[in-house]
């Protein structure tokens, strides 16, 4: 008797990945099909909670591809059906991928409009924190923007000027700027401030924080600013950018960055609490949430 498949553990979810054949540009199948009931369940709770949570927090870009690209509470995506909903929109398709990948094959990807989402799903006991991407991150966070043709400039942008940065060595500078914008970027809209950043959008609890605690500062967003602070990656942000259009971020972004670098490197780190005079400054924060939470780390 053939012992009966287990069904493939959400434990183990990532693992599979890690195990299964890939390609050079480390993209692979996201065998859609191995998908445990329990793991399409666990995305139906992350969009549910989400969605809840976004309605008058997301930006309205956010909330209309949601709907073009229809992504619902009905299970993983199978990316394949994603990409051929998005690629006539903006050119943008989706690739699975096992985790991070080498920068150099990241900036590639996003530079031929290629997105690269982790195929795996975070496990039950990360429901509501995990360090790095899983498909709920990366689908439902970075993907629905990629039908904003703007924005889908902007990315494929970043994308080609990851390159240029890596060969000349400043990618530390530009990391910021997609840290500071495509992971955790406000928009000013008329009803308000509003969040475009896919680390905010997938975190239900930052999506409430980023756009109402008192404790981080809300700073307009001013490219060279942006790309002298430095950030956490382990907790809410101390600083959270505001911009005015993705219109104007991709404006702001062509610039020759050869001359930006080299202002760069005579220019001292920001720290990520930290506002400057030269702030647009829309709220300074309190740091409220981040002293109290050091005076309880500290025994
Ligand atoms: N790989 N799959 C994946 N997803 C990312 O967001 C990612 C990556 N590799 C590198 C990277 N991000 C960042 O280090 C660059 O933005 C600098
Ligand atoms: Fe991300």
């Not at 139906?44 to 949570?53: C, G, K, M």
């Not at 982790?118 to 790095?132: C, S, V």
């Not at 790309?227 to 956490?232: A, H, K």
């Not at 920001?270 to 005076?295: E, N, S, W």
Request: hydrophobic share 40%; proline share 5%; with cysteine.
């Amino acid at each position: 008797m053939t012992s009966p498949v287990a069904s493939p553990s959400s434990a183990n979810a990532k693992a599979r990945y890690l195990a299964a054949p890939r390609r050079s540009d480390f993209t692979l199948e996201q065998d859609w099909s191995s998908y445990s009931t329990a793991e399409h369940d666990r995305w139906d709770r992350l969009f549910a909670r989400a969605q809840t949570v976004l309605q008058g927090r997301a930006c309205d870009e956010f909330l209309a591809a949601m709907k073009t690209l229809q992504l619902s509470e009905s299970g993983i995506p199978d990316l394949d059906k994603l990409s051929a909903r998005l690629k006539p929109l903006t050119g943008w398709e989706v690739v699975a991928v096992a985790e991070l990948v080498p920068d150099d094959i990241f900036f590639d990807h996003l530079a031929h409009r290629r997105f690269p989402a982790g195929a795996f799903i975070r496990p039950e006991h990360e429901m509501d924190y995990l360090q790095e991407p899983d498909i709920f991150h990366d689908v439902f966070g970075h993907v629905p923007l990629l039908a904003n043709p703007v924005y889908a400039d902007f990315m494929q942008a970043y994308g080609k000027g990851g390159q240029r940065a890596l060969a000349l060595g400043q990618l530390k500078n530009l990391a910021r700027l997609y840290w500071y914008t495509v992971e955790f970027g406000l928009l000013r809209s008329p009803e308000g401030l509003r969040i475009f950043g896919a680390g905010i959008l997938s975190s239900a609890t930052e999506s409430v924080f980023a756009l109402e605690n008192d404790s981080p500062n809300r700073i307009g967003f001013e490219l060279e600013r942006v790309m002298r602070t430095n950030y956490v990656i382990d907790d809410f942000q101390q600083s959270y950018f505001v911009i005015d259009s993705f219109k104007k971020l991709l404006e702001d972004s062509y610039r020759d960055f050869g001359a930006l670098y080299a202002r760069l490197a005579d220019a001292p780190d920001i720290d990520a609490d930290q506002v400057t005079a030269a702030d647009r400054l829309i709220h300074r924060g309190t740091m409220d949430y981040f002293t109290l939470k050091r005076a309880s780390a500290v025994h």
